[in-house]
């Protein structure tokens, strides 16, 4: 074994160790929080979820988790463990500090039957047993030509305000929002206080916000480039009944003088079933949102509703957490009843797998096709989809 790797210790991290964890962070993703914006996000840290690898003395990695409310199909929430600012320095990479550190984490997370994180780097997280559950497209609206269709309604009602004195209604909307949308998270007062700041480094050379309100719904865009090549960004669209979102994108499509309104969102936006010429929402790009890994598997799939009925046995595999095993499915009229049992599987999948089922944003169909779900009968498998499938798209509340 390389010594190296023999030396490598893990432990909780204390006060003295912060500075060193910001600068890993710093170096890892290429950015500065000023200490106001850092204080919140320790503020959210859950007791005893931040962790450190340390090679002798120095710390050479540092990880933690977040204690976060996530929104599943259905309403109900959950609380999560929001895994974030996983570092390594650069000269301890490939040393097992990575893998140290999320077990250590892992093992602080009694109470929580679900973790969630963003990933910067697609292929690390599936061998810890977490999955892509949501989805973001990035998408580009044309302004010239843009037109709503003659049936689309004209609700009216939206309003051009600061944010900052409307922020009560701003939170309530948010609260309406993030409760019907699967991946939606409470949102701490503390940070809603942080994005009202508005602080010049978060705009990355745009304006400060402008603010769309509508009764049930808002927009809190910026502005950026000159002349001809102004784009309006939207940073946040919340939207409580389809009626809000349709005046929103009335206002939006219509801003005088912007070449582009762009967005991120989940891929089945209505946007382009508004517009005579959907071929002006251009996608620009399209990544991964939340990743989920479930750590008690009955609780967790207890909490959700189902699209149809349904009865299997699953054998789940987790060679990461032992979290895994064989579990009895059955949902009538919505809702799930899921115990252990020695029956044997219709479907074997990894955990990982079962986490980007979990919100609905992927289908089993696409996993049995990719050998990722195995399953002898098809009609178990379109079972499957249409159970999981949900009625409101799954989106990530923010990122974390």
């Avoid at 582009?260 to 005579?276: A, F, G, I, K």
Wanted: charged share 25%.
């Amino acid at each position: 074994m390389d010594s190296a790797k023999q030396m490598m210790t893990f432990r909780g991290a204390d006060e003295a160790d912060w500075p060193a964890m910001s600068a890993l962070t710093t170096l890892a993703f290429g950015s500065w929080q000023p200490p106001e914006t850092e204080a919140v996000w320790r503020s959210m840290v859950a007791a005893d979820g931040a962790v450190v690898a340390c090679a002798d003395t120095e710390v050479v990695g540092t990880a933690l988790f977040l204690d976060l409310q996530l929104t599943v199909p259905g309403g109900a929430v959950l609380p999560m463990a929001g895994v974030s600012a996983v570092a390594v320095a650069p000269t301890h990479r490939r040393r097992g500090a990575l893998t140290g550190m999320f077990g250590e984490l892992h093992r602080r997370m009694g109470g929580y039957p679900i973790a969630g994180l963003e990933a910067s780097e697609a292929g690390i997280y599936g061998r810890f047993g977490y999955g892509a559950a949501t989805v973001w497209e990035s998408l580009a609206v044309d302004r010239a030509g843009a037109r709503f269709h003659p049936g689309v309604p004209d609700p009216g009602g939206a309003r051009l305000v600061r944010p900052a004195e409307h922020r009560g209604r701003l939170e309530d909307i948010y609260e309406r929002w993030r409760l019907r949308t699967p991946g939606g998270l409470a949102t701490p007062e503390r940070l809603w206080d942080e994005v009202l700041a508005d602080r010049e480094p978060d705009r990355r050379g745009g304006t400060p916000f402008y603010c769309l309100l509508h009764d049930d719904g808002f927009a809190m865009f910026r502005l950026h480039g000159t002349g001809d090549a102004r784009t309006a960004e939207i940073t946040k669209l919340a939207a409580a009944t389809t009626e809000a979102e349709i005046a929103l994108w009335r206002v939006l499509i219509g801003l005088d003088l912007k070449k582009t309104v762009t967005l991120e969102t989940h891929p089945d936006h209505l946007l382009r079933y508004l517009l005579t010429d959907p071929r002006l929402v251009r996608t620009t790009g399209v990544a991964d949102g939340l990743w989920l890994r479930i750590l008690d598997v009955p609780a967790v799939l207890e909490a959700r509703t189902y699209g149809a009925d349904l009865e299997v046995v699953l054998d789940i595999g987790d060679d990461f957490g032992g979290r895994g095993g064989r579990f009895a499915l059955t949902v009538r009229d919505g809702r799930a009843h899921c115990v252990p049992t020695s029956e044997p599987p219709d479907v074997h999948l990894d955990l990982s797998v079962l986490g980007s089922l979990y919100l609905g944003a992927h289908r089993a169909s696409a996993f049995a096709s990719a050998q990722r779900l195995r399953c002898n009968d098809i009609g178990v498998v379109r079972a499957l989809d249409a159970a999981f499938a949900t009625e409101v798209p799954a989106e990530l509340g923010y990122g974390f």
